[in-house]
């Protein structure tokens, strides 16, 4: 059996947890000795993320955005040479610069566009949600920063869906994906060259649909008439930019039967016919979101050109839409790849985000050896610093930020740092010179042990024991007199003095389950009975044998100890290793917030004399942001009154 896929790791280091538990589970359960020589299990996620994953803490806005919260995630992964040799052992890795196919050099534009000035005010709104969410003036269930990033994207590719009453902006990057589509339809006309348009945004779903109440009397039949040409472009819209998209291409020139939506395609059969319609050239503009369009999707065959209208926010997922004209089997051997970018947008932010995400995939997916460590990347919403920076175009408020975590993180490893010096101290003083001190005590009396031992050697021929005063030859015989003095014991709580064994004197003491027999010149050498009268003289034999394993373990724990001290006491002395990097970041920090609250301060005495400026504008156009913000559709007739809940409810 073979499992295939593109995208073992589509969006955050994790996923190769997952996948490894699929596929090697027994290598996980076998895990890996360590330096002790335990054997360390990986079957559970606490334990791989243990040896793989580092924890980091970070400030950052709770998802209902109610405040911050200190959140801890897996944001760096470390032994990664290791980890990758581990999943070799189940995966083969080809990647596009090992197998070398037969596929289009692909050339990747990217096509940026001025946000216009209604976009400008809507992202500075957006900024204002932010801040009130930040001050916690908002209810989670009203809004928060999921919606924000959510309502940043949709303003990012049109103005109108977030509001149809603003005009068609000519230089939005929508107007911008069908002037290149049409300009490559005509210079790809005798290729019959195709193209895919890529949006996951405002995909054609809950389009208003006609009333049926249109044969009603001829009155209200004419007011629901005038209602929806009225309305025409924002149903439209609210629909999707798809429509829109259809409706300039065929105004350009491009015949309907040439354009085509992949969410026509309702079952197998109408996406395999749909497919072949796009592979010889009889659609040649198909529109589609990754979810329908990407993998599975084998319309290569005379693609000249993909577009991306929005960034998706897994890698994989671009990978896929790439992967759609970037593949064997098309006729073409050059292809484009346009990415359509509105600036001062969320644009930024989600582009960004997931060359880092890639980026960060790409260490690992690669056919050579991958860093020691990597960091992973894994977020679906912005901070409120990254939505007052884009709607600010202050770079300073992201830097504040990050520098709050930054100094946060390093005052903590200062603190650690300086609970290690106090700890290694107090071994310094105490700890390593008592223990030095007692193993010194052990050697020492296994020392003077070593020579009677050596003196009164083991033999198999001539075995002697002495037990309550009867010298014993047979081991048998004298295991049982052993058993017997354990059964005469009258006080099992005192000691009694049992015999001689090769030199040493022995006691038999019971300590509450078990008999033992101690024996001792210098150092105390103990055996625990049992009924077995030949297996006692054996442990007895054994408890002298390992005074030279004892004394050459304690002469290495010594050595030990003395490298362990001198350790100690340079750690001890070792001063914090970023702290230079803390009074940089700290005096930057502070001078940040000093200069950001005078500019606020300075803003906030502003407001006062905005209504005489406002008096003395006369008949001056409104702000787009005041018309935006105090925008309410308008009150329908009674016909239009369930077009305009309908609309209400999308």
Known sequence: MVFATGTPVSNSMVELYTMMRYLQYSMLEEGYRDSTGKVRSLKHFDNWAATF??????????????????????????????????????????????????????????????????????????AERAEKIRKEKIDPRIDNMLKITSDGRKLALDQRIMNPLLPDDPGSKVNACVDNVFRIWQESTETKGTQLIFSDLSTPKGRAEPKKEEAKEGAEGAEAEGEAAATEEETIMEASVYEDIRKKLIAKGIPPQEIAFIHDANTEAQKAELFAKVRNGQVRVLLGSTQKMGAGTNVQTKLVASHDLDCPWRPADLEQRA???????????KVRIFRYVTKGTFDAYTWGLVESKQKFIGQIMTS???ARSIEDVDATALSYAEVKMLATGDTRIKEKMDLDIQVTKLKMLKSNHQAQQYEMQDKVRGYYPNKIKETQLYIDCLNADLPVLEAHPAKEDA???????????????????????????????????????RGFPMKLCFDGAKFKVTMKQHLT?????????????????????????SLERHKENMVRLHKELESAKEEAERPFAQEAELLEKSARLAELNTVLDNEEKGRGGEPEREPEEDEGRGNEKPSILKSLKEYERPAPVPYGAERGQEREAI
Not at 56 to 78: S, W
Not at 115 to 122: I, N, V
């Open 463 to 501: 075995f002697s024991m002495t037990v309550m005063g009867t010298a014993y030859t047979e081991r048998k015989e004298a295991g049982k007199a052993i058993v017997a003095a354990c059964r005469l014991m009258d006080d099992p709580g005192k000691e009694i003095e049992l015999g001689e064994y």
């Open 323 to 333: 992967g759609r004209i970037v593949r064997r089997g098309n006729e073409n051997k």
């Open 368 to 370: 050579k050896s991958p």
């Open 53 to 126: 994953g580092e924890q980091v803490t970070a400030v950052e806005l709770k998802p209902e955005g109610t405040g911050f919260r200190l959140k801890t995630r897996f944001a760096r992964f470390y032994n990664l040479p290791e980890l990758i040799n581990r999943w070799k052992e189940a995966a083969d890795i080809q990647t596009a610069d090992m197998l070398k196919l037969p596929v289009p050099e692909a050339e990747y534009i990217t096509i940026q566009t001025e946000p216009s000035q209604a976009q400008k005010a809507m992202v500075q709104s957006l």
């Open 525 to 549: 050498h103990t055996a625990e009975l049992s009924d077995d009268v030949v297996g006692n003289i054996t442990r007895i034999n054994n408890a002298l044998e390992k005074i030279p394993q």
